[in-house]
């Protein structure tokens, strides 16, 4: 055998051994990773599927400023005739662009005043149905008179609800809001109270249509069944989709509820929506929740939610009128700084027409529910920087932006519902 064989039999040899090496490596891995699937299906843990289908944001302005459209619809929605359901159109006759689940839309409204004439009012509703491509839907809660005010009923709900019918024009705004589904695989929560639903059911309507093999749980809160919103619509999807859990809480059910329901997979509770129910019902899932309602319910779930040990990045929310959150988590360092809570002390804020010198400290949130808070009145519309209703002079200072505002302020004036105080201030409020 001369020396060129003998070195290619060794050459073989060493890549034979590297061959049987790497089988055994491999093998391994297999095993450990038919083990880990294992260890997945008995705890019940989601295995990722396929990519779920992608949900393109639009343009940050579908179109500038306000656009003309009419009432093609007007529907009721509740038993008790409180909720009201408009179909818009543009008059253009023009696409419309898509929106994400859980925007809503900006009206400017031409209200009759008391003294005469008209007054404009700016409001924001939720879009309530997933993006269609030849018009819009909100949905619309009649706000009567708070128990034991003198204040009067909703401006702007009492208008939609008397005096808007079908044919007539309304100034809108494009779909914006920071406060939509993520289309990702993940398992879902949504929870809505009272009129807290209608972004709960754009999101419903777009999950179940464009993923619908997501797992997917809503859980509503109504004080009667004579309040809940679409309850024909709701029990249909619950009828016709396995992977979507419908649960019904009503906090005050009357005499007539008390016993049994509809048979089938909808599920009623007469409590209200809290952590308890939640922990008792679902798998140990990573669920994303969604939750939108008014400012108490938010108030007790989020920071209940967090306690239970549900990620912050987990947690969305959004509440219909004033609200300041608790959080029990300290948000990361660099977020903390982009909100200017990195600051060591308080910020003098001077609010000059209302004569008042307050202190701003880290953690106080919004310069909107700071002013509120002390019982200053600043106009606002739709508290997440679209609508532009609460724009404000600075006279002094300079803010820092908690979230990027769909809204443009004008030079020397910013939006008090998105930013808080970078250096003592002084607001035209």
């Not at 920071?178 to 999101?203: E, K, N, Q, R, Y």
């Amino acid at each position: 055998m001369t020396s060129l064989y003998l070195l290619l039999w060794i050459a073989g040899g060493v890549l034979l051994q590297l061959a049987i090496y790497g089988c055994i490596v491999f093998w391994r891995h297999w095993q450990d990773y038919r083990a880990l699937r294992n260890v997945a299906a008995e705890l019940d843990l989601a295995v990722p599927p396929e990519a779920a289908p992608a949900l393109t944001p639009p343009a940050a302005a579908a179109w500038a400023g306000y656009r003309t459209f009419h009432v093609e619809r007007k529907v009721t929605e509740d038993a008790s005739a409180q909720v009201c359901s408009f179909y818009l159109v543009p008059e253009d006759k023009n696409p419309l662009p898509p929106f994400l689940p859980g925007q809503f839309l900006t009206f400017q409204l031409d209200i009759p005043s008391s003294q005469g004439g008209t007054q404009a009012v700016i409001r924001c509703y939720s879009l309530s149905d997933a993006p269609q491509a030849d018009h819009y839907r909100i949905s619309v809660k009649r706000a009567p008179p708070p128990v034991g005010s003198q204040l009067p009923p909703g401006l702007s709900s009492n208008y939609f609800h008397d005096h808007v019918d079908v044919g007539n024009p309304l100034q809108v705004r494009a779909p914006a809001g920071h406060f939509h589904l993520d289309p990702s695989d993940a398992p879902v929560v949504l929870i809505g109270g009272g009129i807290g639903i209608t972004p709960m059911l754009s999101m419903l309507n777009w999950c179940l249509t464009a993923q619908p093999g997501r797992e997917l749980w809503l859980f509503y809160g109504a004080r009667n069944r004579a309040e809940l919103v679409m309850q024909a619509h709701l029990h249909a999807l619950a009828d016709q989709n396995t992977n979507f859990h419908l649960h019904l809480c009503l906090s005050k059910p009357q005499a007539a509820e008390a016993g049994g329901h509809r048979p089938g997979p909808v599920h009623h509770h007469h409590s209200r929506v809290d952590v308890t129910l939640l922990r008792r019902l679902l798998p140990l899932k990573p669920y994303h929740f969604y939750i939108c309602g008014p400012t108490p319910m938010l108030q007790s779930l989020v920071p209940a939610l967090e306690d239970w040990g549900v990620p912050e990045g987990r947690i969305h929310f959004e509440a219909f009128g004033p609200a300041s959150i608790p959080r029990k988590k300290p948000a990361p360092a660099n977020q903390a700084a982009a909100r200017g809570d990195d600051k060591q002390g308080a910020v003098m804020v001077d609010f000059a027409k209302s004569g008042q010198q307050v202190a701003w400290e880290p953690g106080m949130g919004a310069l909107l529910d700071f002013a509120e808070s002390h019982g200053i009145a600043v106009s606002s519309g739709c508290r997440a920087g679209a609508c532009g209703s609460c724009q404000t002079p600075i006279r002094c200072g300079e803010v820092t932006y908690t979230q990027a505002p769909d809204f443009d302020p004008e030079p020397g004036s910013c939006l008090l519902c998105v930013c808080t105080p970078k250096t003592a201030l002084t607001l035209e409020a």
